[in-house]
Structure formats: C-alpha cells, structure tokens
C-alpha cells in the first residue's frame, strides 16, 4: 500500500512539474513542443513510473532508504529549481565573483552548500550502516568517485553552474548499474576502480569538449 502511495505522488509531482515548466516557457513566449507530443510524453512516463510502482509492491514494496532518497531528491529539486536560493546557488556556481557584484552574499551560500553537503554525507552514512548493519573503519572507501562520477554522468558541468539533482540521480543509477554488472562478471575490485575512474574522466573530457564548442 505505501508503495503505491509513494509512486502516485511520484507521478502527481511529475505531471505538475512538466505543466509548470510548459506554462513558464509559454509564459515567456518560448518555444514549446505540440499539446499531443506534450500528453503523448506525460502518460508514457507516468505509465512507467506507474508499472515499476506495481512490480516493486509485488516484491514487498519500496526499503526506508529508496524512500528516504526519493525525499530528499524531491525537497532538493525543488529547492535548486523553484527558489530563490536555488538561483543563486547556481549563479555563485557559474561566476562567484559576477555573483557576488549582483549583491548575492557568494560566502553565505558557500556555507550553505558545503553544510548541505555534510548533512547528506552524514544521512548517507547512516543509511549506509543500517543498510550493513555494521560499521567499519573502511566504509565508504571511494564513495567520493562515485559520487562524482554520477553528478558528471548526470550532466553536471566541471565550470558549475549547470546541471539538475534529478540529472544526478540518473548519474548514480547508471554508476550502480555499471558497479553491479562488474561484481556479477567478477571483474577484479582494482580494474573495477579503474573503469569507474576511466567513466569519470571520460565524462569531464566530454563536457569540457561540449563547451568549448559552444563557447
């Protein structure tokens, strides 16, 4: 039941997300795709997100921690992308110093991040260690590289200020997917680090290649 609970939320927050940035774009007289593509899109995405929601509560529902980073996912979303602080988050990102002259506080929101950064490494840890139910002193040895594999996989610029938390989340799917299939193939845990820092470099080549083009 509180699978199914989680992805009609899920799907409702969809929907609204996808009329909210159509109505923005045709409020400012941008160009958007046709009304049909746009319902086309909307229920096909729902319709999956609908279907996973059914073989998940099949398989005794959604873990506390797929819950948990759903929330969290949803509060920084909304944050980065409907706020205030969100906007400058992304213009300190993108120039501190063209920031800091259009009266945005850079060290404020500096602190801010690098705090935010803390609490989500500490809930991380936690979920980690229930997950476990142990605790090691090797714990999370090179979570730092996926984590930043899977923001630059996700779309994440090297310059900043570019870049979505639900793009990440894609990031990590795929860094956990390549994780998984490596440990079913039994690729040894060095090559194994290898190959993710080989993704890495690959995908900030990549991006800075993709923007020197478009400078």
């Known amino acids: 039941m509180l699978s199914l609970i989680i992805g009609a939320l899920i799907i409702v927050i969809y929907i609204y997300s ?25 229920v096909f995405v729902s ?6 929601t059914w073989i998940l509560a099949g398989y005794n529902g959604f873990s506390w921690t797929v ?5 969290v996912v949803v509060i ?11 906007r400058h988050i992304y213009a300190v990102g993108s ?5 800091n002259l259009s009266g945005i506080s850079v060290k ?18 936690i979920l980690f260690t229930s997950r476990l139910q ?14 930043i594999a899977a923001a630059y996989v996700g779309g994440v610029s090297a310059a900043g200020g570019v870049g979505k938390v639900t793009g990440s989340i894609i990031g990590a799917i795929v860094m956990a997917s390549l994780s998984s299939g490596m440990n079913l193939l039994g690729i040894g845990i060095s090559y194994q680090y290898m190959i993710r820092g080989a993704v890495l470099a690959i995908a900030v080549i990549f991006d800075v290649v993709t ?4 400078g």
């Open 67 to 71: 819950i948990i980073v759903l929330l």
């Open 47 to 52: 319709a999956i997100i609908a279907y996973i």
């Open 134 to 147: 142990s605790a090691t002193t090797t714990a999370g040895t090179l979570f730092e590289l996926d984590a």
């Open 95 to 99: 120039n501190p110093e063209a920031a």
């Open 211 to 214: 923007r020197k083009k478009r």
């Open 108 to 125: 404020k929101i500096t602190y801010i991040v690098f705090g935010s950064m803390g609490m989500l490494s500490a809930l991380s840890g």
């Open 18 to 42: 996808e009329f909210s940035k159509r109505n923005k774009k045709l409020k400012y007289n941008f160009e958007v795709i046709s009304k049909s593509i746009f319902a086309v899109k909307v």
């Open 76 to 86: 920084y979303h909304f944050l980065t992308s409907s706020t205030v602080l969100g």
